[in-house]
């Protein structure tokens, strides 16, 4: 059980960090007890930004001494309620914004290493501008960073070919919740010293340690990128012709997108500046990238392929980006699905994954579970279909009160596409961690073994609980 810091606490930890590491004005904490959708909302005794790995072991060794709870946060973009604090003000935030530096950039080994306060974007600039690239991108990389994609083991849309971050990360540094810290940034290949804390930390979500730095690998900064926006009939097409480019043309694939027709209207209706690729509508859309090093052989590989599906049937209509301006044109239509959705109204936001030769079948299936209970209802599906991750997102059904819908019916609905999932052998959590939002649900819907795993490994790191209580383990 954890205790309300005390005034001595307090004063200690604003004479280790000075003013600008330390706070306790209402007006400076604020924006960062809110987490990015606006679902939950906490309070905090004070708000700690730590400048060094030494700072934080500092840190966390006097609220271990004194049983205070301390709650990581790295941009404050999660989407389960990951890095709020409780209501309680019981609680310390400790941002780690401050922990901005890129470390070192090993070119010919192809490694950087990042603290945790590094934004991804900018991540991106420092790499690129030596001639590599760190293949992990996502809609919020202008504020996410370093710390908080290790420590939700973040996805984005080049899983297809890189991985999630665990993939990615070739070594961590972190604060234990004794004060200690784990220096374990070296990127060795063998490494036969019983559990891989590394990847241990990777999606704890700062329940066992505090992430300070990773080892990255990067790869060769793309010579070309081809980007085609494709109709297609349904989902089963999709995976078909996923298949297909999948064996034609291999690691070259590089992102593989899927988006309903009502969900690019959505867009166009609220997006400004938004237009759409193909000149007809079709039910279903698929954003493809490939990257490779020879542009002329990359164009010819996908104008084949393509033309092949056409034949095949497999494809209604095709348009290849011209240059880098339309594929991030088309990117941002992609991108900009969720703040449409907002637009339109209140939802139900679900971010799991399923076996990917079961994906179509899910997105054809769930709605139709869901009207039989909940006449109405409307089930949009878009995402990652080359990893299996659905982002699946519930609307009320039309002419009623939306919030009032969800307040009354929105615990039961995710509970049926939580356990339709499951069902399916899939996760409840794709790529957005657990944080608060679906900790009750882990407990109801997943198995005993796993959660008896995620308790023990809790218990034996951080037996006092001072890390991040409240979040992931149930």
């Known amino acids: 059980m954890t205790r309300r810091p005390s005034t001595t606490l307090l004063a200690r930890l604003a004479d280790l960090l000075g003013p600008k590491g330390f706070s306790v004005d209402a007006d400076v904490m604020a924006p960062w007890l809110t987490d990015w959708r606006g679902k939950y909302r906490g309070a905090a005794a004070a708000m700690l930004s730590p400048a060094t790995t030494e700072e934080v072991a500092a840190v966390v060794r006097l609220c271990a001494d004194a049983g205070a709870a301390l709650v990581p946060q790295g941009g404050n973009s999660g989407m389960v309620g990951g890095a709020t604090p409780d209501t309680s003000g019981d609680q310390l935030l400790i941002s780690l914004r401050r922990m901005n530096r890129v470390r070192d950039i090993d070119v010919d080994a192809r490694m950087a290493v990042a603290e945790a306060g590094v934004i991804l974007e900018n991540f991106h600039d420092a790499v690129l501008a030596r001639g590599l690239r760190f ?17 939700t083991n973040a996805g984005g849309t080049q899983v297809l ?34 559990y891989d804390l590394r990847h241990l930390f990777c999606g704890a979500e700062g329940t066992l340690g505090i992430v300070t730095a990773a080892a990255l690998h990067l790869v060769p900064a793309a010579a070309a990128r081809r980007t085609a926006w494709i109709g297609v009939d349904s989902p089963e097409s999709a995976l078909l012709l996923l298949r297909r480019l999948d064996t034609a043309l291999g690691r070259e694939l590089e992102g593989y997108e899927i988006i309903p027709q009502i969900c690019l209207d959505a867009v166009l209706r609220h997006i400004p500046g938004t237009r759409a690729p193909l000149a007809g509508e079709h039910p279903w859309h698929v954003l493809l990238e490939l990257a490779g090093e020879n542009d002329a052989a990359l164009g010819e590989a996908l104008e084949a392929q393509l033309t092949a599906a056409i034949d095949a049937g ?14 991030e044109d088309f990117w941002r239509l992609r991108d900009s699905i969720s703040e449409a959705e907002r637009a339109e109204g209140p939802a139900l936001q679900h971010d799991i994954s399923v076996p990917v030769d079961l994906m179509p079948a899910f997105i054809a299936e769930n709605p139709r579970r869901l009207a039989t209970v909940y006449p109405g209802a409307r089930a949009l599906s878009f995402g990652h279909l080359g990893d299996g991750n659905v982002h699946h997102h519930v609307q009320p059904p039309p002419n009623v009160d939306g919030v009032a819908w969800l307040a009354e019916h929105g615990a039961a609905v995710s509970r049926l596409v939580y356990s339709h999932v499951i069902e399916l052998g899939g996760s409840i959590s794709a790529e957005h961690g657990i944080g608060q939002m679906k900790r009750d649900i882990l407990a109801e819907l997943d198995s005993t073994a796993r959660l008896a795993a995620l308790r023990g490994i809790k218990a034996g790191l951080d037996p006092s609980g001072i890390f991040n209580p409240g979040k992931l383990i149930p």
């Open 135 to 151: 293949p992990l991108t996502l809609g919020g990389k202008g504020s996410a960073t370093i710390g908080g994609l290790v420590s």
């Open 161 to 194: 070919r890189h991985g999630t971050m665990r993939a990615l990360v070739a070594g961590i540094e972190a604060v234990l919740p004794d004060g200690s810290i784990f220096k374990g940034l070296a990127p060795l290949k063998k490494d036969n010293r019983g």
């Open 314 to 327: 497999l494809a209604r209509d095709v348009v290849v980006a011209k240059n880098n301006r339309e594929s």
